[in-house]
């Protein structure tokens, strides 16, 4: 008898152990649980096949569940099933986004800001309602309307918040950069879209500086002739007010108005979405009001089960989608607690004093603050009280397995750690967490319910336990209503429907386990091809970063000798040199946990490494540096000076 599937089988189980299960009640009291039941299932599995094989009902299902409030009712769930670009889901249907997230009255708070510099801000549920009135009528009164845009160039407070919902309540659309751009990269962006009203703030706080936004926001309008009108928001303590030309955030606003909303259809531009620009100008992804609304409806209160009363946390800033995934937890009636500043303000310490002060129930990051956790030492649960916290939540690149094992060691064991990944793209989330499922290291529990998710080989048949590519293989409400000025839609239909005809290939290198689960190995485009072997570039860094001299790394393919070599960057711990004998151990870690195929043919020390402005590490901008090419747009990096520390290295034009 041949056992090797069986013997496989529990090897994956063996490095992929439960780290938490839900308890059996608070699983039952779970609003995935009620739902499922609702429809007449028993598990999740038996759910998920449901939502795929039925997708239209169940959206309709969910809308219902969720308390969507439709304008004007549907005449058809699901015109072109056969096209995710063009599905045409809720046909004729009327709604507001904006709406639905203010739809909660009361002196509960809705947002609750907390600065780096130690500010403090509370807004209730009605003070919200009656600022957005307020600045709704200001926009009314500027000549903003119907498909107008938008733009916002803020921290992450709550003027950003305000601004949005008002803009959209009104059918304007909104678009966002953070204030830690330039002028070119936000041109770059807003440039594409011309907007007529630009907000801003006056400055914001990062890492101990005092920055002053005024000057960006001028040559921003100075440079798009289509802004009108430059709101400047308060921020900074002892603030000189607007610059000349601009407008005060309080004269802008038209205190005492009635808040309304304007009935759009459900594909209404609701927001415009940027591509990270690594490789030339960016992407303008636009999303619209009604898929938005119930891709996270469904991803907060069935997945991250969230209801009235949580208190919903995630590190963000106004220039990343997970700022509009954060947002829209006013529907759910969560108070979303808001932070601006930098994670590792306090040593690391800062964002759980927060957690602890304000209660904080799911507390969502990056992977690579996780990471950068564990390497300064810091453990949250020797030193602050969270009985409240129930989740925590990863997403912005791989979380390694030993990232699970230090969140269940140093944050709390009776966490639902929930890795997610999806995009930009999509504004969401094609796999995520799942309050009835187990957490297994290393594995994010599952695919996300009405997403017909698979990974598929190079000749797009589907595998498990075998890496390739991640695909969507059904239409979905929150695919992009398109790309902005792409009449004839080629550019979208470039960016994700090439490789496989009328299956979204999301350009992630993952794998399916036996158990359902998935693990992300990084990019398709960053995956190293030494002998034609696919290697996904977590892997390395999975091993790399488990050793204590190493903070972090980038590992590229370079051309050599008529094929490609793996090329590894380290940023060592201060005072630490890269000698021989520590080439030679990470060498050995990486060969001893992977294959001889990981083993990098190169190793070289830099000081940074570069990233984009939501933290993720740019490997074909690196990559295009050690070939001497040219990096086509650095004003979309958060740190371009990196970059320098690439080029023309010794090591790497010898054999």
């Known amino acids: 008898m041949d056992t090797r599937g069986d013997l496989w089988i529990l090897k994956i189980m063996s490095e992929n152990p439960v780290l938490w299960s839900p308890d059996p009640a608070s699983a039952e009291a779970s609003a995935m649980f009620r739902f499922m ?8 599995d038996s759910l998920h096949r449901w939502s795929i094989e039925d997708s239209p009902a169940f959206w309709q299902a ?17 015109a072109r099933p056969d096209n995710i670009m063009d599905a045409g889901w809720f046909e004729g249907a009327e709604l507001n986004y904006a709406e639905h997230l203010l739809r909660h009255e009361g002196q509960r708070a809705a947002l609750v800001f907390c600065g780096e510099n130690g500010a403090r801000r509370e807004l209730s549920c009605d003070a919200l309602r009656d600022a957005v009135a307020a600045v709704a009528a200001g926009l009314r009164d500027a000549g903003v309307g119907r498909g107008d845009r938008v733009g916002g160039f803020l921290p992450n407070c709550p003027e950003a918040v305000i601004a949005m919902l008002a803009a959209t309540s009104i059918g304007a659309t909104w678009s966002s950069c953070s204030p830690d751009f330039g002028v070119n990269g936000v041109v770059d962006r807003f440039g594409q879209i011309e907007p007529k009203i630009l907000f801003t703030a006056d400055g914001y706080y990062y890492n101990g500086k005092r920055i002053d936004s005024r000057p960006v926001a001028a040559g921003i309008a100075a440079a798009i002739p289509s802004i009108e009108t430059v709101v400047v928001a308060p921020f900074l303590e002892d603030a000189e007010g607007p610059s000349e030309g601009m407008v005060a955030w309080d004269d802008f ?7 309304t909303f304007e009935p759009v259809p459900f594909n209404h531009p609701l927001y415009i979405m940027y591509s990270s620009g690594t490789t030339g100008v960016p992407k303008c992804i636009v999303h619209g009001h009604g898929g938005s609304l119930l891709q996270h409806l469904k991803e907060h209160v069935l997945h991250t089960n969230v209801a009235v009363g949580d208190r919903l946390f995630y590190f963000t800033t106004c220039g990343w989608m997970m700022w509009n995934w954060l947002v829209s937890g006013l529907a ?24 602890e002060r304000e209660r904080v129930t799911v507390f969502g990051t990056s992977a690579k603050y996780i990471s950068a956790l564990e390497k300064a030492g810091v453990r949250p649960a020797d030193d602050y009280a969270l009985p409240e916290l129930r989740a925590v939540l990863s997403t912005g ?3 390694a397995p030993e990232g699970f094992d230090f969140v269940y060691d140093a944050i709390g064991k009776n966490l639902q750690l929930a890795s997610i990944a999806g ?23 599952c695919r996300g319910l009405g997403m017909a998710v698979d990974v598929f080989d190079d000749a797009g048949n589907p595998v498990v336990g075998q890496q390739g590519e991640l695909v969507c293989k059904q239409p979905f409400p929150s695919a992009p209503v398109g790309f902005w000025n792409d009449p004839d839609g080629a550019r979208y239909r470039a960016a994700y429907f090439e490789r496989f005809p009328g299956v979204w290939a999301h350009g992630d290198f993952v794998e399916v ?11 398709s485009d960053s995956v190293l091809n030494p002998g034609g072997v696919r290697i996904g570039t977590a892997e390395i860094y999975r091993q790399v970063e488990k050793l204590d001299e190493v903070i972090e790394s980038i590992a590229i393919g370079q051309n050599w000798d008529d094929d490609v070599r793996v090329v590894l960057f380290v940023v060592l ?22 294959t001889p195929r990981h083993v990098p043919a190169r190793i070289a020390a830099v000081p940074d490494i570069p990233r984009t402005k939501s933290g993720k590490i740019v490997e074909l901008a690196v990559r295009s540096v050690v070939h001497g090419e040219a990096v086509k747009n650095t004003e979309a990096l958060a740190n371009p000076e990196a970059l320098e520390h690439f080029r023309d290295i010794a090591a790497l034009s010898e054999a």
């Open 37 to 44: 039941r609702s429809q007449g299932f028993d598990d999740y």
């Open 62 to 78: 969910l809308a219902e569940f969720c308390n969507v409030r439709f304008e004007r009712a549907p005449s058809r769930l699901l």
């Open 253 to 259: 606003c038209v205190a005492g108005q009635e808040l």
């Open 332 to 355: 759910s009636g969560a108070t979303l607690i808001l932070f601006d500043g930098s994670p590792f303000f306090d040593d690391g310490h800062g964002l759980w004093k927060m957690a």
């Open 397 to 399: 690149s791989p979380l």
């Open 423 to 445: 995009g930009t793209d999509l504004l969401s989330c094609f796999v995520l967490g799942n309050p009835l499922l187990p957490v297994r290291r290393g594995e994010i529990q």
């Open 513 to 523: 386990t036996t158990t359902g689960g998935f693990v992300i190995h990084g990019r």
């Open 573 to 594: 711990r201060d005072g630490l040199q890269l000698d021989d004998e520590l080439q030679a151990k990470i060498r050995t870690v990486i060969r001893k946990n992977t």
